[in-house]
């Protein structure tokens, strides 16, 4: 049968037309294969899948507070933590019998100027709240991958806490620990100090007080700055002395900021106690005239830095005249 040459020329374009698109295609397909692999597009109005394994403000932790993490925790405090505090810190504690008539899980608020305060903290706060206790710890930080969210949570017994803003599950959490009769300690500076001055305290612990009914107990941690300051990977021996302060409560009268005013005046009394005595820092405390933690204000590094080194470190073994 004989063909017609003027129908093969169409017949011949078309199928030029389709190897031009399906090379194409080809084409596009090893583009999109390659790496990085990119998920695809979600639809509009799909809800996107949960992360299988979630890090950071969103880390589960509750497999660490079931008896195998919490007796793995037991072991590591009263060996590891407590063999390195003994040999790194030499703490010298004072105010446990401020906590004779507490009764319950507490709220535990420190300043904070170093690593070295979360093991201080472990191995010193005393027996029953030691035994259940969980720590406050920087999602950022402590929950940035899944290995160091792992061993956080197990070997301190870290939750995760938004530093810079409020998360709204990670509050719920605590409030729940701290109602189920797990006490918690927090640093409200909401992070290490970055030249050995106190931070303002923010508002994360009276939030907790009011929502749980829980006391804070405020806590001054002396010298761990000098073990393991902000930016020092490895630490270096020196005598540490930590002093507990009477429970605060969440009064009717309290607004937020007020209690966390207060609490910071009570941390700040604590360290001034620590540097005199009990009667001269009460003293001070009702006259209004308890030195500050943050150190000068309005002033420049060097000047900041320079009322450091003058400050007193060494306290004072003295008693009042009567």
């Known amino acids: 049968m004989a063909v017609d040459p003027n129908q093969r020329r169409p017949i011949r374009h078309l199928t030029a037309r389709r190897a031009r ?19 695809g597009r979600r639809p509009p109005g799909v809800e996107a899948a949960p992360e299988r394994h979630p890090v950071g403000a969103a ?58 305060d979360t093991p201080l903290m472990l191995t010193c706060i005393p027996e ?16 940035s991958s ?3 969210s792992f061993v956080s949570a197990l ?30 300690v927090l640093f409200p500076e909401g992070g290490r100090s970055p030249d050995g001055w106190g931070q303002e305290f923010k508002g994360g612990a009276a939030f907790l007080a ?24 490895l630490p270096r021996p020196h005598d540490v002395f930590i002093n507990f302060g009477s429970p605060l409560h969440f009064e009717d009268h309290h607004s937020h900021r007020s ?16 540097a005199t005595d009990w009667w ?21 590094a060097w000047r900041r830095s320079w009322a450091l080194g003058t400050r007193r470190t060494q306290r004072e073994r003295t008693w009042p005249k009567v």
Do not use: C, M
Not at 21 to 32: E, H, Q
Not at 79 to 90: L, Y
Not at 155 to 184: H, K, M, Q, Y
Not at 211 to 233: C, F, N
């Open 259 to 274: 209690f966390t005013d207060e609490l910071q005046s009570r941390v700040e009394a604590l360290a001034d106690e620590t």
């Open 21 to 39: 698109l399906a090379a194409g295609r080809v084409t596009g397909a090893v583009r999109a294969s390659r790496f990085p692999y990119r998920a």
């Open 146 to 148: 899944r290995s160091t």
């Open 59 to 116: 880390y589960e932790t509750a497999w660490a507070r079931e008896w195998p993490a919490r007796f793995v925790r037991l072991v590591a405090v009263n060996t590891v933590w407590r063999a390195a505090v003994g040999h790194f810190a030499r703490p010298e504690i004072a105010g446990t019998d401020r906590l004779a008539d507490l009764d319950g899980p507490a709220i535990f608020a420190a300043n904070h100027h170093s690593h070295a």
């Open 280 to 300: 001269r820092s009460r003293q001070r405390l009702h006259s209004g005239r308890t030195p500050s933690l943050r150190g000068p204000s309005q002033a420049g």
């Open 210 to 233: 009011k929502q749980s009914g829980a006391p804070v107990v405020p806590v001054y941690v002396e010298g761990t700055g000098r073990i393991l300051p902000k930016g020092r990977t």
């Open 155 to 184: 070997l301190i017994g870290a939750v995760p806490v938004e530093r810079n803003r409020a998360n709204r599950r990670n509050i719920d959490d605590l409030i729940g620990l701290l109602r189920n009769g797990w006490s918690t």
């Open 128 to 143: 029953p709240w030691r035994n259940k206790l969980v720590i406050g710890a920087a999602a950022d930080y402590f929950f």
